[in-house]
């Protein structure tokens, strides 16, 4: 067992033995490591563990999780106990109430998928339906709700390029990351203006689970008060999307129904506002370049031709 795992353990869980330590899944995540960890006296938990001395996810988490819980009807983790400042920041949780939507959606039908589709897209809504009176990054939380250091939305969009950029294992591309910073803030006009809403941030479908007929959400450690029209493309991307194509149409039309269903219409600037959040998340593809071309089983002199092109015409549409 890991050191820092197992100092986590002591202080999450003084009293209870141990009898087993699992992995929770793969992660392309190097800032922490969650394991499940089961128990000789009582049920299973979670336990998600900082690399470093850094505590600012696992305090962002921490704080999300119980607001979600009391601010919206979307399921979520229980929280049992955590740690910021002391030597192993971590967060231990009770496993969900439902399946991963993974497992959920490897065996359904066309027609339950675009159910679920619809299931995911209603659930985000409801997450955006908090709204703030200014953007920011999330820093903590308590009986007043959440703790923000705010900033323009712009501002906010850009250190969240450089999060993604930080956890890039490629360097190949990094010149990317500044080019669509740079674009960014050359759209600080149209980006400002964006609603302040809580979004998720990595709404991918192993982040999601199934309890009853209901979505809810999991690893919250990317959550930041931002434009829910972002939270909404990148969920999309995650959800249906492969490398190359957009998901099926059918898939696609009950995502966006099932969220106008709770938000009464697609978040404000939508469409003006997409072309800029499509090149920033297309940078996680040159950014994990080396494992995509892994994963996806491809040539990769073929593989970067392509990113290449299609860096350079995303960037180019927010550009010209």
């Known amino acids: 067992m890991d050191d820092r795992i197992a100092v986590a353990l002591e202080s999450a869980f003084p009293?209870?033995?141990?009898?087993?330590?699992?992995?929770?899944?793969?992660?392309?995540?190097?800032?922490?490591?969650?394991?499940?960890?089961?128990?000789?006296?009582?049920?299973?938990?979670?336990?998600?563990?900082?690399?470093?001395?850094?505590?600012?996810?696992?305090?962002r988490e921490s704080a999300v999780i119980p607001y979600v819980a009391a601010h919206t009807g979307v399921p979520v983790p229980t929280v049992l106990s955590s740690s910021v400042d002391g030597p192993v920041p971590y967060l231990a949780t009770k496993p969900v109430s439902g399946p991963n939507l993974v497992d959920v959606w490897s065996d359904a039908s066309s027609e339950a998928r675009e159910a679920l589709a619809r299931e995911v897209g209603a659930s985000l809504a409801r997450v955006h339906e908090c709204r703030f009176e200014e953007h920011g990054q999330i820093v903590g939380g308590g009986a007043r709700g959440l703790e923000l250091r705010t900033a323009p939305w712009t501002d906010v969009l850009v250190e969240t390029i450089a999060e993604m950029r930080e956890l890039a294992p490629t360097a190949r591309y990094d010149h990317y990351f500044d080019q669509v910073s740079a674009a960014v803030r050359e759209n600080r006009e149209t980006l400002d203006s964006a609603p302040a809403g809580l979004v998720h941030g990595d709404g991918a479908q192993p982040n999601c689970f199934r309890s009853d007929s209901t979505i809810g959400f999991l690893d919250w450690e990317l959550a930041h008060v931002g434009d829910p029209s972002r939270d909404l493309y990148r969920a999309k991307v995650q959800q249906f999307d492969s490398l190359r194509t957009t998901g099926p149409d059918a898939i696609l039309q009950r995502f966006f129904d099932g969220y106008r269903s709770v938000a009464g219409g697609l978040p404000d600037g939508y469409e003006r506002r997409k072309p800029i959040y499509e090149a920033v998340r297309f940078l996680g593809v040159p950014g994990f370049f080396d494992k995509i071309a892994e994963f996806h089983d491809e040539d990769a002199d073929e593989l970067a031709v392509w990113v290449e092109a299609e860096m350079d015409r995303l960037l180019g549409r927010i550009t010209s």
């Open 15 to 59: 009293d209870r033995n141990v009898d087993s330590v699992g992995s929770a899944g793969i992660s392309w995540n190097e800032n922490n490591t969650t394991v499940h960890v089961e128990f000789s006296d009582g049920p299973d938990a979670y336990l998600k563990v900082a690399s470093g001395e850094d505590g600012s996810r696992i305090a």
